[in-house]
C-alpha cells in the first residue's frame, strides 16, 4: 500500500473498517508541503471484527505504511475499549506494542484526563467508585451461582470489558486484591483507584503518553481554537466535553430531540448492595428490624432455621429453585443497568472537535460518542478569532463531514429543527454547504444485533435522516460499497469521489470551491 498523500488543500480522511469501534487517520498539508498525519482513536469491541482477516494489527500495519512510521498528531476522544484498545494491541509474532513502530509527536486528550484539572479528579472518582460497585455484583452474581454465561451475567461482563479492556475484570479483581495487601492503611477509595490505573483502557492511554516528549495537550470548549503544529490552513475547536456535571450525567435524549424512545434510567439500588465494607450496614429496602440478615442465619445453631432458610430462600447464596424470593439477586440484576450508565456517561464525556478549514470554512466534525448533554452543551459556544465571532452553531452549518457518534446510537445523535435552540442534525451543513454533507458511521451492525447485546446500531431512524440529508453519501463500516440512492443522478453520484477498499475508505475534504 503506498503513502497516504495529503491533498493540495483540506483535510483527508481515512476511515478503518477493522469492526465496531473507531479508527480514523486524516492528512493535510503542512506550510512546508509535507503531509501532517493525525489519527482519531484506534479500537474495536473485542471479537466485532467486520471480516475476520481485518485485524486490529493489520490496521496498525497500514496506518505505519501510510505515514512513513510518523503520526505528528494522536487524538483519543475517551476511554472505551472501542476507541483506545488498539494502541494496546501487541504483534502476534514480537509480542510487543504494535504502535512501537510508530513515531507519535503530540497527544490531545480531553480535559477530563488531566491529573491537575480537580473537576476532571472527582470525575474519576466518580468512575472508580461505580466501577468497583460493578465488580463487586459481578463477584455477588458468581457466589449466588450464576454462572459467566448466565444471561444475569453475560451483558455485565461484556460491559465491563468494554470500561476496562478485554479479560481485564477478572484483572481488576486480582489487581485489586493485590493492592490491599500493599496497601492496607489506604482508603477503599485510593486502593480502587490504583488498582484501576493498571487496567487495559488506562494502560493504553499510559502508553501513549510515554511514548511522547512532552506533555499531553488537553483541549477545553472554554480555550482558544487549537493550532496543528506546522499547519495553517486548519484550526481545530473543542466542543465538548462540558464542564458541567448536570450535562455529563444528562445522557438521554428528551421530547423531540430523540429519534425514538429511550431505555429507562440507572437503578441506583445496586450500590447500595455493592458498596465496600459490612454489607449489614448498607442502606436496604426494609429497615433491618423486619429482616434476618444471611449472616445471622448461616452463624445460628438453630438447624430449623437453617433448614427453612434452606428450603425457601437458598442457602449461603446458591440459587436453586427459590433463589427468586432473595432480594439481594433482585439488587444483583440491575447491575446490567448501572452498567450501561456509566458506559453512557463516558461516553459524554467525548472529547468533540470541529477541523475548520480557512479557505472556504468548510468543518469536520468528529464527536466521539458524545451523548445528549454534550450535544446541548455547544449551543452557547463562542469564540473570537481574527477580529470576528465564531459559534458553535456557525461551525455545525458549515460542516461537511460528520463523524457519526455511539456507531449511530439513538441517544448519540439529536434530533431537531434548523429552528430549535439545541444543536441537532438540522444544524448541520446548511445553505451553501448542504450539498457536500457527507456522514460516517464506524458500525458492525450484524454483530451489534446478536441475542447478546440487541442493539441497533446504526439506529434504523437516524441512518435513513443521515442518507436522507447527505444524497446516500453514507459511509459505513460493514458495508463494502456506497450504493447511489435512485432518486440520485449518475451525474450527481459521479461528483462523490471516494476510495473503497477492504481495509478502509477515504474521503477528501477539499478546502477550495467545488
Known sequence: MPRMQAPASGVTVRMYRQGHGDCFLLATPKADGSPFYMLIDCGLWTNSEVKPEQTIDKVIADIAEATGNR?????????HMDHVNGFAAKDPATRKPCFDAIEIGELWLAWTEDDDDPFANSLRERFHDTLLALMGADERLDRAGFGV??????MLRDLLSFETGEDAADELRERLKEVKRRHPALSARRQGALAIEGITNKRAIKYLRG???????FLRPDHDPYQLPGVEGVRVYALGPPRDVELLLSLEPQGEEEFRLSADG??????????????????RSFDPRFGISRRDVERSRDKFLKAFFVDHYGAKGKSGPTGWRQIDNDWLESAETLALRLNDEVNNTSLVIAIELRGTGKVLLFTGDAQRGNW??????????????VTARDLLGRTVLYKVGHHGSHNATLDGSAAAEYANLSWLASEAFQDEFVAMIPANTSWAAHKDRPWEHPLGFIEDRLKQKARGRVFRSDLDRVAKPADVSAAEWQKFERVETGLFFEYTVADSPT
Not at 498528531?73 to 476511554?79: D, I, K, N
Not at 454465561?149 to 453475560?154: F, L
Not at 446541548?376 to 465571532?389: N, Q, Y
Open 71 to 79: 503520526l505528528d498528531l494522536v487524538l483519543v476522544t475517551h476511554e
Open 149 to 154: 454465561h448466565s444471561p444475569n451475567r453475560t
Open 211 to 217: 511514548r511522547i516528549a512532552g506533555d499531553p495537550v
Open 266 to 283: 440507572p437503578t441506583l439500588s445496586l450500590l447500595a448492595a455493592t458498596v465496600e465494607g459490612d454489607s449489614e450496614s448498607a442502606r
Open 376 to 389: 446541548i452543551s455547544w449551543a452557547p459556544l463562542k469564540w473570537t478569532v481574527d477580529g470576528r465571532t
